[in-house]
């Protein structure tokens, strides 16, 4: 099977090449019968990067611990699933699982536009196959994936502890989804630049795929958080290292995109920063991927040098290069139509909106190559820990959820004064509503009250968009206020799944504020019998309980907690030590509430003195970050719905675009 | 002219905005990141200043009490039979000690130094293997290798 995979991987690497070389040629040519040959053969490519899964597959579900990737990454006592996870477990594994997605979607956008975009299409396969090269060359030559091993280990070395957990098998696949599929944007934006159709139609065909991508990378950063919020054992879920903040980055660019587009579509504008963005979110998943792989930067999850940096920094060059030529070329084309009537207004609003995102891009990428570029500089290694992204990221992130609320509201062109006091009376209420009412619970922190404030704000403005688009339908349609309701957001889901979008945000902030502002840390070493007080609760160490299986052994403390004298639960943090790796792994126990999450480490324990050390944190509103992360996932689903109106304005492309919904909303 | 002047004005501002925030964000919060062979003949001008050493925990040199969570050890070199394999700087740490934390492990200290004697570290950070590749021994993270070797 594996010599079939390796197969697979070389015939795929030479069927890109043909591919990239007939559609080019097609396309210079006007020859439809290359560009077709070139469809069909990157087609092809799909299918063989699908065979060397299935090997790698097979090899690592039969346990052929001959392959040296499965030994490295599994065991014979690794459970089915993670078994399957250890295909993005390692970075060969993860190269490939790459590629895969990579050719997958190629393959859907061929077959979405078979019919369509006959000009743009042969240089989206230009594109897309040529970052497939790059993968698949790695692949062939640089990093085989199912290299054998001189002899055959009994056992393999197992799947890393810390990966092992639900939230680790679905988080870098989402991530990975995320990140490829910017990769179509990015071939489309390509493909009008070479071909000089710079309209709306790349944007419109392009515009699911963008939101998919901003998709996948929210979903793959909430899940990342999830995930070391519940395995890690630290008491938080984001700590500003290289690897979030590569996660991150492509995400705050993406989110601009999303917004700036906007302002094309309605006023031709922007056109210029929109290619931008695109070709800077593309830029910043490679930048990702090449800051997890080389060891250029030192992080706590330490990848070391593995000889595929300089290969990642070339391409990134190339990618680089290439498309701000273009870029460049076609700039005299890319002019925008309109300008900028007044600082109060949308267009204003939107753009200050991106540039903070840009800005918290940029500043985010500067606190994680500064090591890098102060050791050129300077000749010394400075680094920039969390309280530099905190300090930098946070009054930015202020200033952006203030935009939420007043981006959508505002008048398009110039917002008078009299539409000012209409729109924002109600929400500047709630807003200081809010603050007050935060601040009478006790949660006495400046900084924390304007965020809490904001969100009201925020909250105010979406509620009275809502409100105000269900009466003008009953008003006008005479429809009951549910059936009003839903036809609106159903005739635009665009519109209204974006503020359900931005409630999920304010939730998130809600979370983050409460969690940072006001967490509570405890540690004690406790003998069975005593208790420690961590805010409102009171924690009682009872005593230790063993277990053991095949594949762990554990030791789990009994903590009873009250509230007040009251027993609440009882909680078992653990220790585990997974016996193949002989690595010893914190299991921490969660009693999460609507208004605070009871945290709960057990640090160490010590057998002769019976001394058990618990780590306890108390974090307040912390579940509203993960509530707020489904309601901006439920939010983009609306967003992607599916869209009659839209259709057609793709089908009349050229035409001017049509907000639809906007008459009654208004 | 006038939308474009406003809109420089404005792209000034954020610009302006922004890297004023990188800039105290950086003067106030860097900290220097050496390895332990590069901290050693520097380390009386480094005192008092926040560093990140990164080495690796000398074997035999581990004491922890774990009723008060005390911790010290003695930070040395990481590449073996290289240079000098006595030096080292006393650790010392209250805390939770890190799961991965053992005689010989490559770790990351981050604290303050203080003049002639030791480090008071209020971080210590295990290399955690993401293991996407563990093959290199002598650099943070190659944990998997040495464990093999343990074993």
Redesign the interface.
């Known amino acids: 099977m594996t010599h079939l995979g390796t197969l697979a991987l070389y015939l795929a690497f030479v069927l890109a090449l043909y591919a990239i070389a007939t559609s080019l040629w097609g396309a210079l040519q006007r020859r439809h019968v290359w560009v077709a040959s070139g469809t069909h053969a990157a087609y092809a490519v799909f299918g063989c990067v699908g065979v060397a899964v299935a090997a790698l597959l097979h090899a690592l579900v039969t346990r052929d611990f001959n392959v040296e990737y499965v030994a490295a990454y599994s065991s014979s006592t690794l459970p089915v699933r993670y078994t399957i996870a250890a295909l993005w477990g390692g970075q060969k594994g993860s190269l490939l699982f790459w590629a895969f997605i990579l050719t997958f979607f190629s393959t859907i956008v061929q077959v979405q536009n078979r019919e369509k975009n006959r000009e743009l299409m042969p240089y989206v396969t230009v594109t897309l196959m040529t970052i497939a090269l790059f993968f698949l060359g790695l692949l062939c030559f640089i990093t085989p994936p199912f290299e054998r091993l001189a002899f055959t280990p009994r056992e393999g070395s197992d799947l890393n502890p810390l990966l092992q957990n639900y939230w680790m098998t679905i988080h870098p696949p989402s991530l990975y989804l995320g990140y490829v599929s910017a990769a179509v944007p990015f071939a489309f934006a390509m493909a009008a630049l070479a071909t000089g159709k710079l309209g709306d139609v790349w944007i419109r065909t392009t515009r699911r795929w963008a939101l998919l991508s901003w998709f996948f990378l929210s979903v793959g950063n909430m899940l990342g958080g999830r995930w070391a919020y519940e395995v890690l054992g630290w008491g938080g879920y984001w700590a500003w290292d290289p690897v979030e903040n590569a996660a991150i980055m492509p995400w705050f660019t993406a989110s601009a995109y999303l917004h700036s587009v906007m302002i094309q579509e309605k006023k031709n504008m922007l056109k210029v920063w929109n290619m931008v963005l695109v070709i800077l979110t593309f830029a910043l998943t490679i930048f990702g991927t090449f800051l997890t792989r080389s060891g250029v930067i030192s992080s706590v999850h330490s990848f070391t040098q593995s000889g595929l940096g300089p290969y990642f920094m070339a391409f990134l060059i190339l990618v680089i290069g290439v498309s701000l030529g273009l870029l460049f070329y076609r700039l005299p084309e890319l002019k925008s139509e309109n300008e900028l009537d007044s600082l109060l207004s949308r267009e204003a609003a939107f753009l200050l909106n991106n540039w903070v995102l840009v800005g918290l891009a940029f500043a985010t990428f500067w606190g994680t190559v500064f090591p890098v570029l102060s050791e050129w500089v300077r000749g010394v290694k400075i680094t920039v820990g969390p309280p530099f992204f905190n300090k930098v990221n946070g009054p930015l992130g202020v200033l952006l959820l203030f935009l939420t609320g007043v981006g959508p509201v505002i008048a398009w062109r110039r917002a008078s004064a009299k539409s000012l006091r209409r729109n924002f009376s109600v929400p500047l209420l709630s807003g200081f509503g809010a603050g007050v009412l935060f601040f009478a619970l006790g949660y006495h922190n400046y900084y924390a009250v304007v965020v809490f404030s904001l969100a009201g704000f925020v909250l105010g403005t979406i509620v009275s968009e809502f409100y105000r688009g269900t009466r003008a339908r009953q008003a006008m349609l005479h429809e009951s206020s549910v059936q009003a309701l839903s036809r609106l957001v159903g005739k635009n889901p665009r519109r209204y799944g974006g503020y359900v979008v931005h409630i999920g945000v304010v939730l998130i902030c809600l979370g983050v504020a409460g969690s940072s502002f006001f967490k509570i840390e405890k540690q004690m070493s406790l003998k069975p019998g005593d208790s420690l007080e961590a805010g409102r609760y009171t924690l009682k160490y009872t005593g230790m309980k063993n277990g053991e299986d095949a594949h762990i052994a554990s030791q789990a403390a009994e903590v009873e907690v009250f509230i007040g004298g009251q027993y609440i639960t009882t909680l078992r943090p653990e220790k585990r030590l997974y016996k193949r790796q002989n690595q010893p792994t914190t299991e921490v126990a969660i009693r999460p509430t609507l208004r605070d999450d009871l945290y709960v480490v057990l640090g160490s324990y010590d057998e002769p003195s019976g001394l058990a050390t618990l780590q306890v944190f108390v974090n307040p509103l912390l579940s509203w970050l993960w509530i707020g992360g489904l309601t901006l996932v439920l939010g983009t689903c609306i967003v992607m719905a599916p869209n009659p109106a839209e259709r057609r304005a793709l089908a009349l492309a050229g035409a001017p675009a049509e907000i639809p919904g906007e008459v009654v909303a208004d | 002219m006038r939308?474009?002047s406003?809109?420089f004005i404005?792209?000034l501002l954020?610009?302006g905005?922004?890297g004023y925030?990188?800039y105290?964000?950086?003067r106030?919060?860097?900290?220097?990141?050496?390895t332990l062979e590069e901290f050693l003949p520097k380390r009386e001008a480094l005192a008092n200043e926040g560093v990140?050493i990164?080495g690796r925990v000398q074997a035999g040199s581990v004491r922890w009490d774990?009723?008060?969570?005390r911790l010290s050890f003695v930070l040395g070199p990481f590449k073996e039979g290289v240079g000098d394999q006595t030096a080292g700087v006393p650790v010392h740490y209250q805390?939770?000690?890190p799961?991965?934390f053992a005689e010989g492990r490559d770790v990351?200290v981050?604290g303050r130094y203080n003049a002639g004697s030791a480090l008071s570290a209020k971080t210590i950070?295990t290399?955690?293997?993401?293991?996407?590749?563990?093959e290199?021994s002598g650099?943070?993270?190659?944990v998997?290798r040495q464990?093999?070797k343990?074993?």
């Open positions: 939308g474009k406003k809109f404005g792209v954020i610009v905005a922004v925030l990188i105290t964000g950086i106030e919060t860097s900290t220097y990141y050496l990140r990164a774990p009723k008060d969570l805390g939770i000690l799961d991965m990351i981050e950070m290399s955690c293997p993401s293991k996407y590749e563990p290199k650099q943070p993270s190659a998997s464990q093999n343990e074993k």
